[in-house]
Each structure stands twice: as C-alpha cells, then as structure tokens.
C-alpha cells in the first residue's frame, strides 16, 4: 500500500488533480446509490453547503504535509488511503446537497450531476426554486439572505488563502527534509521506482542554466542508468582532469544520488559543444564515492 501512496505522491500536479476529481466523482455515484433524497434545499443554503465542502477539501492539503512522519512511523499507507477516502466522502456529500438543490428546482435529483461541473454547477445555486414561492418573512429575504451570501464569499476567499500557506508549508517542509527521510523514502520505493521519479522531478525544471556556459539541458532514468546531459557554450574547451572527483564528491552526497547509487545505480553525464560533439563523457558508481 505505501508504494501505491508513495507513487500517488510523486505525480505530477496535473495527474494528482485528475485522480482527485476521478475520486470525487466516484463518490457521487456512491451517494447515488445510497442516498434517497427527499428534502429540498434552498439557493443559500446550497451556496454554504458548497462552501463549507469546499473549504474542507481544500483543509485536507494539510493532512498531505504529514506525509514525512508518517513514513516514519510506519503509517503512510493508512494516512494516504483515509485521505484519499475523505475525497470519495466529498463526492458523496456534494451529491446530497446537489440533489436537495435539485429537488428544490424541479421535485426531482435529476440534475444532480450539475455540481460535479465547475460552471453548469451556478445553474443549481442561481435557479430559482420552488422554496422561493413560500412567503418568507422581509428581513430574512432582503438582509439575512445577502449576509449569508456575503459572508460565504469571505468564507470562499478563506479556503484561497489556506490553500496559499499549505503551499508555502509544503514548500518549506520540502526544503528542509532530513537526509534520513530522503533516504527512507527512497529506500520504500525499488531503484527504478527511485531514479524515475528523480528523473520526473528534475526534468520540470530544465533547461537550468548551471554558470555562464553550462546549461543543463536533459535528464533520463533507464532501469539502473540516469543519464544527464549538459550542453556547453564553447566548442574548444578542456575540463579538469579531476572533474570526475569532483562530480563523484558532489553527486554521492547524501541529499543528492549517495543512496541511489549505494543501491547500484549507475549516473551518466555527457557534455556537448554547441556543434553536438561530445566533448566529455563520465560514469559514476557507488565505486566513485
């Protein structure tokens, strides 16, 4: 199960949101299956419902950034499977409440779906209902109603600003991981697990302009073998004799490759000239360190 949360985990950004939305979704067909809505459900009622869902999904961001000690404490995968569960159980709420909106606008849960859909979502909170033809009392209708409406905004743009620190938290957390972690985290998954995934993270940054005439243009994971390649902006250029210590002491230090390549994997970097001539080529092992 840890290496099911951990490759969750190590997606990219884009992949991550589908699965979630996919989760989402699924748990809306679970509450259609388990929920038989009777009640109705008013246009600023449903708006708040949304909201406080809303807010919640986006709370569950912290629940991620306990990720480290959960891993070491041996409960990753049950952290990772409950909250992945808490989205199935955002699905099936979202459902509930759509379908009281639903059954407010036309007596059926027939457009329930709507709330899955970003945009066709503000035809369930806009539509007028048949709650709106009760007689309700003036100052509940023209001040108590635009109160609530108000403040489920402020509430909206609450959920914004929490999303922004669990980012920056992650971010923090991420700089500042022991080597230790790294090293169990690395040890959970296999070597081609590991080099993939550092090949994954890296690539999202390049090309990276290392000085003022390397830049490093590639980085590719083949089984055991990570291959990195640098292009150089001049085409007669001599690299030190020791380059390849120096490349060994920076590579097998233990936040960068040390424990990849204390496993058995093999770093290979190239370096081109503007023309494409090789101008020098290097292979690096646990030997090396």
């Given at each position: 199960m840890e290496h099911l949360i951990l490759s969750y985990v190590f997606l990219d950004e884009a992949m991550i949101?589908?699965?979630?939305f996919a989760l989402i979704f699924i748990g809306g067909l679970i509450g259609a299956r388990i929920f038989k809505i009777k009640t109705q459900m008013r246009r600023i009622s449903y708006f708040w419902s949304y909201v406080l869902c809303y807010i919640a999904l986006t709370a569950l961001q912290f629940g991620w950034l306990l990720t480290s000690y959960a891993l070491e404490a041996g409960l990753l995968g049950i952290l990772g499977v409950t909250l992945l569960l808490i989205y199935v159980a955002f699905g099936a709420a979202l459902y509930y409440f759509s379908a009281a909106r639903s059954n407010d606008i036309d007596?059926?849960?027939?457009?329930?779906?709507?709330?899955f859909i970003p945009l066709v979502n503000l035809w369930l909170m806009f539509k007028r209902g048949e709650s709106y033809k009760v007689s309700r009392p003036t100052l509940s209708r023209f001040v108590l109603d635009p109160v609530l409406l108000i403040c489920g905004i402020f509430a909206l743009s609450l959920s914004s600003a929490l999303q922004i620190i669990s980012e920056d938290i992650a971010e923090k957390n991420a700089s500042s991981q022991r080597p230790e972690f790294t090293t169990a985290l690395k040890e959970k998954m296999t070597l081609?697990?590991?080099?993939?995934h550092e090949a994954a993270l890296s690539s999202r940054e390049l090309p990276l302009r290392i000085d003022n005439i390397t830049v490093f243009k590639s980085i590719e994971a083949d089984g055991h073998t990570v291959t990195m390649t640098y292009d150089i902006d001049r085409e007669n250029i001599e690299l030190r004799p020791d380059f390849k210590q120096m490349l060994a002491s920076e590579y097998c230090a233990p936040d960068m490759l040390e424990t990849d390549l204390q496993r058995g994997a093999i770093l290979k970097?190239?370096?081109t000239a503007p023309s494409g001539r090789t101008i020098a080529q290097y292979q690096i092992t646990q030997d090396d360190c």
């Open positions: 949101i589908i699965i979630n007596g059926t849960t027939s457009n329930a779906w709507m709330a081609q697990e590991s080099l993939a970097l190239i370096y």
